[in-house]
């Protein structure tokens, strides 16, 4: 009996799926059947029903969680998508040399989190860092600045710290959506006296706006997930400046062992995510 084409795309497609299942979807299940569990190591495990969830919304700590990632991801995608715009424009002019300086782009992004972290907190130290020094000499400040001391020059170090691990690969999708644009496109609108202003806006941009948007998702989505480049850095203080969310999902996992808190809230953080990646989908659809 010969497979139709249907049936045999689905057995060559069917060892990966089942990695998926096992490796993606089960975990899946079991975080969100933990969460309404009473799993804290040391009494019994018991259904718990929704009191983890009721837990988490008279906890202090879960609203800062919250409201620090908001702020970071919305820091974070803007300066990114600022960034990466600005090189991508600029390598898509160059002719020359444009391949090597496209490798170099990508090493912010090739360099592991943590790493980043702990470079940016040398750079970011009112002792002997490099950004107080520049600044200090062009005459921008007149003492060392210090993200340790001050929660908000906290929260946008932490956010420059990792725009700068994210710029790269913004910059990558919207080097390559550039490309893409016919060059008769932007012939046609300097002829009619367009102007490189009007060209960008009326042009460009919406002829980038679907790799835009996939950038974008992409960039909030795991942004939301931070947290490895923030503990070097600033390890969530001072005072939850930088208590993002991952932060509360730590204390719950590693300081108080309550696994039932730590699953609804990384159940929480699913569907917010979520919840952006619809918006986003619905307008890149439109």
């Known amino acids: 009996m010969r497979l139709t084409n249907s049936r045999y795309g689905f057995l060559l497609n069917l060892p990966g799926l089942l990695l998926v299942i096992l490796w993606v979807f089960i975990p899946a299940l079991i975080l969100f059947l933990t969460s309404f569990l009473r799993y804290d190591n040391v009494r019994p495990i018991i259904f718990n029903g929704l009191a983890n969830y009721k837990n988490l919304l008279n906890d202090r700590l879960f609203w800062v969680g919250m409201e620090r990632i908001l702020v970071f991801s919305v820091g974070t995608t803007a300066l990114t998508f600022l960034g990466g715009l600005i090189i991508a424009l600029a390598l898509s002019g160059i002719a020359r040399g444009g391949g090597i300086l496209r490798s170099l782009m990508i090493v912010p992004w090739a360099v592991p989190a943590v790493v980043s972290g702990i470079i940016w907190k040398w750079m970011f130290s009112p002792d002997f860092g490099v950004i107080s020094d520049l600044l200090m000499k062009i005459g921008f400040i007149d003492k060392p600045l210090s993200i340790y001391g001050d929660p908000r020059l906290?929260?946008?170090?932490?956010?420059?710290?990792?725009?700068?691990t994210r710029i790269p690969f913004m910059g990558i999708i919207l080097l390559a959506a550039l490309?893409?644009?016919p060059t008769e496109l932007h012939e046609a609108a300097k002829v009619d006296g367009a102007s490189s202003t009007n060209r960008f806006f009326y042009v460009t941009l919406p002829l980038i706006k679907g790799p835009l948007l996939v950038g974008l998702l992409i960039t909030a989505i795991f942004s939301f997930r931070t947290i490895d480049i923030i503990i070097p850095l600033t390890a969530g203080g001072p005072g939850r400046a930088t208590y993002?969310?991952?932060?509360?999902?730590?204390?719950?996992?590693?300081k108080t062992l309550n696994f039932g808190m730590a699953a609804a809230a990384s159940v929480v953080l699913f569907f917010l995510t979520a919840a952006i990646a619809l918006i986003f989908i619905y307008?890149?659809?439109?």
């Open 154 to 164: 906290a929260m946008v170090g932490v956010i420059i710290a990792d725009s700068w």
């Open 179 to 181: 490309l893409s644009i």
């Open 244 to 254: 993002v969310f991952g932060f509360y999902i730590w204390d719950q996992i590693i």
């Open 283 to 286: 307008y890149l659809r439109k």
